[in-house]
C-alpha cells in the first residue's frame, strides 16, 4: 500500500541551531504534503504544508522543501528554541483517494 | 477561533466492554475523520465521512467498531467488544470538504482509551 517513511525518529538540537526532517513517499501522485506539530498531550496542529506545485514554501523560522521527482520533501526550522519541542508528522495526500498518509512522526528535543 | 471538540478525553475500560467516543467538529465542515494513533507512530484513519456518508471505512475493523454520523454534523465511533489491541489515542479531525485531501484538517484533541 501507500506508505510514507519519515526520518529521523529522534532529534536532538541545541537552542539556536538548525533542525532537518525528511519524508519519502511512494504515490508519484501525491500533490499535498502537510507538516503537524504535536506538543505533549496536544492535538496535533498544521504548521506548513506545500502542494505539488511549488518546490519551497517558507513561513518565518519555518521551510518546506518538495523534489517531486525524487519523492521526498523536508521540513526545515532555523533558529530553534526550546518552545520548538515537539513530534512532528509529515503526511502526504494519496491519489484515488480522499485521504492522507503519516509518517511515524519525529521527536525533536531543543535543549537550552 | 472554533475547534474540533471530542469527548471523553480519557476512557478507562475492560476488555469485552463497549465504549463510545463523540465528535463535534468544527461548524460548517462537511468532512469528518477518526483517526487511530497508537504511542509512537502516526494517525492512522479509521473511517472518513462527507456529511453523513462513508466515504472510506477500509481500514476500520468492522467486526467490532462502527462510526456513524447521521445528521452530517457531530458523528459518534463505538467499539464492542474492546480488547488490549484497541488501546491508543483516538483522533477526530474535520475539513471544509471542499478540495478533497487537500483541504486542512483540524485536529480535536483526542481521547485516549486504555483497554484493561
Known amino acids: 500500500g501507500e506508505n510514507v517513511e519519515q526520518h529521523p525518529s529522534t532529534l536532538s538540537v541545541q537552542e539556536g541551531d538548525s533542525a532537518v526532517i525528511k519524508c519519502t513517499y511512494s504515490d508519484s501522485a501525491s500533490n499535498y504534503f502537510p507538516w503537524y506539530k504535536q506538543e505533549l498531550g496536544k492535538r496535533p496542529q498544521l504548521i506548513i504544508d506545500?502542494?505539488?506545485?511549488?518546490g519551497e514554501k517558507k513561513d518565518q523560522r519555518i521551510a518546506v522543501t518538495l523534489n517531486k521527482t525524487a519523492k521526498h520533501f523536508s521540513l526545515h526550522i532555523t533558529e530553534t528554541q526550546p518552545e520548538d519541542s515537539a513530534v512532528y508528522f509529515c503526511a502526504a495526500s494519496i491519489r484515488g483517494f480522499q485521504k492522507l498518509v503519516f509518517g511515524t512522526g519525529t521527536r525533536l528535543l531543543v535543549s537550552p | 477561533e472554533a475547534e474540533v471538540a471530542q469527548s471523553p478525553r480519557y476512557k478507562i475500560t475492560e476488555k469485552s466492554q463497549a465504549v463510545a467516543f463523540w465528535c463535534d467538529p468544527i461548524s460548517g465542515h462537511a468532512t469528518l475523520y477518526w483517526y487511530r494513533q497508537i504511542l509512537g507512530q502516526g494517525p492512522e484513519l479509521l473511517v472518513q465521512?462527507?456529511?453523513?456518508?462513508?466515504?472510506?471505512d477500509s481500514q476500520l475493523p468492522k467486526d467490532r467498531f462502527s462510526a456513524e454520523r447521521l445528521k452530517g454534523v457531530d458523528s459518534t465511533l463505538k467499539i464492542q467488544p474492546a480488547e488490549l489491541g484497541d488501546s491508543a489515542m483516538y483522533l477526530c479531525?474535520?475539513?471544509?470538504?471542499?478540495?478533497?485531501?487537500?483541504?486542512?484538517?483540524?485536529f480535536g484533541p483526542g481521547t485516549r482509551l486504555t483497554v484493561l
Open positions: 479531525a474535520s475539513s471544509l470538504g471542499l478540495a478533497g485531501p487537500t483541504d486542512t484538517q483540524y
Open positions: 506545500i502542494r505539488s506545485n511549488v
Open positions: 465521512f462527507q456529511d453523513e456518508s462513508v466515504v472510506d
